[in-house]
């Protein structure tokens, strides 16, 4: 809902797995012709991935990267309008850390299992909650789900 409801049209997932949420995500941005950009550090999960999204229909839709996410994220231009977090979530802050000069002025940010890992994305959670120009919740979904809307306009 978040990723069509904002328009988004360019959306970073980290943390690809099968491509589960992957595919919701590009079916949800291409209505606007939106793209995603997914990573993950498993050759094999991308493999699945791919056979997913080529299955759904979506593969056109996706960008996929195989590797380290922070080596990755500092390499990629930005603007991002949507970012999903959903792996390394005892690094995501530093991800977080190299996403914030690439986002665009208006942006939401998610991040999984903040219910269920607090301790691992404390961080992370630390950190959003402590910038300005963002809102923030945490919603009591599935494994709780951290969303952060930044706005600098």
């Known amino acids: 809902m978040l990723?069509?409801?904002?328009?988004?049209?360019?959306?970073?997932?980290?943390?690809?797995?099968?491509?589960?949420?992957?595919?919701?995500?590009?079916?949800?941005?291409?209505?606007?012709?939106?793209?995603?950009?997914?990573?993950?550090?498993?050759?094999?999960?991308?493999?699945?991935?791919?056979?997913?999204?080529?299955?759904?229909?979506?593969?056109?839709?996706?960008?996929?990267?195989?590797?380290?996410?922070?080596?990755?994220?500092?390499a990629l231009p930005g603007p991002f309008d949507f970012v999903f977090f959903d792996a390394d979530r005892i690094d995501a802050h530093k991800q977080l850390g190299l996403l914030l000069p690439k986002l665009a002025q208006t942006a939401f940010l998610l991040a999984d299992n903040a219910l269920s890992h607090p301790g691992e994305l404390a961080a992370y959670l630390t950190m959003i909650t402590g910038l300005e120009n963002i809102e923030h919740a945490l919603i009591p979904v599935g494994k709780g789900l951290s969303v952060a809307l930044s706005d600098t306009r």
């Open 3 to 74: 990723a069509r409801g904002s328009r988004a049209k360019r959306v970073l997932e980290i943390g690809t797995s099968n491509g589960y949420s992957t595919i919701w995500l590009a079916d949800s941005v291409a209505p606007a012709g939106g793209r995603v950009i997914s990573i993950d550090r498993s050759a094999e999960k991308q493999k699945m991935a791919r056979e997913n999204l080529a299955k759904a229909g979506l593969l056109d839709r996706v960008e996929l990267h195989c590797g380290d996410a922070a080596e990755i994220v500092a």
